[in-house]
Structures are given as C-alpha cells and as structure tokens.
C-alpha cells in the first residue's frame, strides 16, 4: 500500500513539474531559430511567397527563420521531414494544394495531411486563370462550355500532370460547367502555354501572373479568373462567378498555409498563427503579395484545420468520380 501511494505521489509531482515547463516553453518561443520547410526548389513554386511570410515572422518573432527547401516525391520528403521533427513548433511546414491532394493520387506518399499534422494558418492564395487559344470560335466562357457540350473530343485542355494545380483547375472547371473536356499532360506550363498559343490545345489553367505576362497577345485570351473579385490587373477579365461557374475546391485558386507536426502545443501553434496574422495590416507585406501574384489570407488555426479537411473531402470526392486511381 505505502509502495503505491509513493508511486502515485511522484507521479503527481512528476505531472506538476511537466505542465509549468510547457507553459514557460509556450510562453518563451521561440528561444532560437526556427525552420521552414518548403517541397519546391528555390525559386519554384510558391517560393516567393514563403520567403514573404519566413521575413514576416523573422520580424515579429524575434528568432531568425530559415526556409529549407526540399523537392521531390511529390512533397512527401518535406512533409516526412516536419512529421519526424519534434512537434514543439521549431520545425514549420509551409503548404499549398498538393498538400491534400497528393495523398489521394500517390498510393506511396506516407503521410497523412489531416492526422499527421497541426494547422497554423491559411497564409495566401494565388488566382488562377483559364486562357484560351483564339483559334477556339468562343468570345467568353459561356460559349466556351456550349462548343465543349457539342464537341467535347474538340476542345483539349493542357496541364500539367494530375494532382496539379492547373489539373485541378481544369477538373474543377469541367465538373461546374458539366463537360468533359480531353485533358493532355505536359511537362510544364510554359509549353502548354506555347500549345495554346499555336491552336494545338484550346487552353490552360494557369498562375494570373502568366495570364497578365500574355494579356494583348492576339494568339490567347484570358477567359476567366478565380477569386472573389476581378483581378486589378486584368480589369476586363470577369471572375468564373460571374459567368456562373462555382468552381468547387478551387474557388481561390492555389493556396498556402502554414502546419506543424502533430502535437505541437496549442499555445504554440496560437502565437505563431497571432504573429502570421499581424502581417495582414502591413502594407509590405501586402504589397509583396501583391507583386507575386498573390493576397494575404489569414484566420484562426481552426479555419484553417476545417478548410483543409473540406479540401481533403472535395477533392476526394472529385478525383474519384474523374475515375483517378492511385499510382
């Protein structure tokens, strides 16, 4: 009986001593650097834009940020990398859609994106646009869908592998307009792009900042952007919600976030999302964004944990009544 009363006594003492550590841990981060890591190589990808949200950070949290890039298997060695980590915030991992995508087409990929991590924040999201080869005879998307629901075999819309962005784009697309376009992979933009312009394909799903490089060019035009508003840029460009496509999952076009390992602390995950959130106001910052194509987001940890799990569900959902398999 005394045996087991010292157990239960120490292991009281033990719980009282753990729980004010944590909280001094959470009060004090961070104490040192912390990391970001990023599956796109320097310079590709949303790269820019976590270079913006890394300084913001740097700035308001007192501790140099460092950006780690790490490419390959389809993001699976950046996640892996975080989820190995210990979960006590020092170790960030900076997403965009592949994130919750990449899972559901990679039979191999290893990771969870709901269970194995902790969301922080929704950091930005980038337009899309859809631009058409002019050869295709249509003057804006609603005449677009109408030749596509006639002759579907005739209109092509190039990508850039499945469980990409721009295959996203077009999946999204095709499911609110109800047609089926044929959907031919490429190796990059750039060349479904040069295809667009040569009437080979009659169009893409592409970055804004591709569509606003190419906006005049009498051989492509830019039919439609995602997005709430019209795109300062492209003033006469109206959203897909004005000509009535929902574009489900890809309302805002790309996004990026921020997530931890699971079992981060609270307090933790709630100071960097506070500090995340801060940038919003800065002009800067903003104008950073702006400049790369993108705009700041921000919200609470739990939006963003909901938001990712109806990605997650919509792009579940999609993929497998596209007929998509694992690979």
Not at 197 to 217: C, E, K, P, W, Y
Not at 225 to 236: D, H, I, S
């Amino acid at each position: 009986m005394l045996a087991r009363r010292m157990l239960a006594k120490a292991a009281l003492l033990l719980m009282l001593g753990v729980v004010p550590a944590a909280a001094d841990d959470a009060a004090n981060f961070p104490t040192r650097p912390i990391k970001i890591v990023v599956a796109f190589p320097p310079g590709g990808g949303p790269d820019p834009l976590v270079r913006i949200v890394a300084a913001g950070l740097e700035k308001r949290l007192g501790q140099p940020v460092i950006i780690e890039n790490m490419p390959g298997a389809s993001g699976s060695l950046a996640a892996r990398n975080v989820i190995r980590s210990a979960p006590d915030g020092y170790t960030l991992l900076f997403t965009d859609m592949s994130f919750v995508v990449a899972p559901l087409v990679n039979e191999n990929y290893g990771v969870d994106p709901l269970k194995d991590f902790k969301p922080i924040g929704w950091a930005a999201a980038a337009p899309f646009t859809f631009i058409m080869s002019t050869t295709v005879p249509a003057a804006n998307v609603a005449e677009f869908v109408k030749l596509a629901k006639a002759d579907p075999e005739k209109i092509i819309i190039g990508h850039t592998g499945v469980g990409t962005t721009p295959y996203l784009g077009a999946l999204a697309f095709a499911t609110s307009a109800d047609i089926k376009p044929r959907m031919v992979p490429y190796r990059g933009s750039a060349d479904a792009t040069s295809n667009a312009m040569t009437g080979i394909i009659s169009g893409l799903f592409s970055a804004a900042s591709t569509a606003i490089g190419v906006q005049g060019n009498d051989k492509v035009r830019v039919m439609g952007v995602t997005g709430e508003t019209r795109l300062p840029q492209l003033p006469n460009v109206p959203t897909f919600a004005e000509s009535n496509i929902k574009m489900p999952g890809f309302e805002y076009g790309a996004w990026f976030g921020l997530v931890a390992a699971a079992g981060t602390p609270d307090a933790i995950v709630d100071k960097i999302n506070a500090k995340l959130n801060d940038m919003k106001d800065d002009q800067e910052t903003k104008a950073r964004f702006a400049a790369s194509g993108a705009e700041f987001k921000g919200g609470s940890a739990a939006q963003f944990r909901d938001f990712l799990a109806e990605q997650n569900s919509v792009w579940r959902s999609a993929l497998q009544k596209e007929g998509v398999k694992l690979q």
